[in-house]
């Protein structure tokens, strides 16, 4: 099983990135996926989650209307399309696959995005 995430890195305020998380060895379209992401001394927090087919997706109220999660199954790739950075979205972002049916979670490594004001 791996996710792995890109499309991090450095980029001023009011700035837009678009990460990807690109998912192999588990049925993706099974898997309700999500971002989070951790700030330097901070809990790791949702930022967006996607169910499997697409049909629910719901965000933290720190992103909504500035972020938009979004998945290709047929690429087995869940994105997460950042407009209007601020500093404070400087963080970690990591992607998660959740089967609650089945207890099924996965993890990836992360990618640093950093926000300059």
């Known amino acids: 099983v791996r996710l792995v995430e890109s499309g991090g890195g450095l980029v001023q305020a009011g700035g837009s990135l678009r990460l990807s998380c690109a998912a192999s060895?588990?049925?993706?379209?099974?898997?309700?996926m999500s971002w989070h992401r951790q700030a330097p001394g901070k809990e790791r927090e949702l930022v967006a989650r996607i169910t499997g087919a697409g049909g629910m997706i719901n965000y933290a109220d720190s992103t909504k209307g500035r972020f938009t999660i979004s998945r290709d199954n047929a690429k087995n790739t869940v994105y997460l399309q950042m407009n209007s950075l601020k500093s404070e979205d400087t963080a970690v972002y990591y992607c998660?696959?959740?089967?609650?049916?089945?207890?099924?979670?996965?993890w990836g490594q992360g990618t640093q995005v950093t926000v300059s004001s």
């Open positions: 998660n696959a959740r089967w609650e049916l089945i207890s099924s979670i996965y």
């Open positions: 060895g588990f049925t993706f379209s099974r898997y309700d």
